[in-house]
């Protein structure tokens, strides 16, 4: 698919040259989207994403859901310790624990997924 198919988008395939090489300290030009580009990921830096955290999920029927009210308990697909799943972009990047930082619930990343993975999952 090229990328004109891909709405402007770069090529999976560009991308993971472009990890590698910012791994690997070089910087090159490239064009992407027919522009040019710095090879570095410093252009990607200002990015907003959009993280999220689950803890579990389940499946429920309309009539259960008008009948929820204060106090109502929804049973999740996960047992209590085992890992929260983070997601970057509605994409799973990482499992971990809740953790308290002062007054405010954190993560603690136990599972990172590969670099391979994320890139492989990207289009």
């Known amino acids: ?16 040259e472009l990890l590698q090489d910012a791994q690997s300290g070089e910087l090159k030009h490239a064009v992407l989207g027919g522009q040019e580009a710095n090879r570095g990921l410093n252009f990607l830096y200002d990015i907003p994403l ?4 689950e803890i579990g999920r389940c499946k429920i029927l309309l009539r259960d859901l008008l009948k929820m009210g204060e106090g109502y308990v ?18 799973l990047i990482a499992r971990g ?27």
Not at 3 to 14: H, K, V
Not at 50 to 53: A, I, L, M, Y
Not at 74 to 91: M, T
């Open 74 to 91: 929804i049973e999740l697909d996960k047992l209590a310790g085992e890992p929260l799943d983070l997601y970057v972009n509605s994409r």
């Open 50 to 53: 959009q993280v999220s955290v």
């Open 1 to 16: 698919m090229s990328n004109s198919d891909n709405a402007g988008r770069p090529d999976p395939e560009e991308i993971k």
């Open 97 to 123: 624990e809740a953790v308290m930082v002062g007054e405010k619930f954190g993560i603690r990343l136990t599972d990172v997924v590969s670099t391979a993975d994320r890139i492989e999952n990207l289009g």
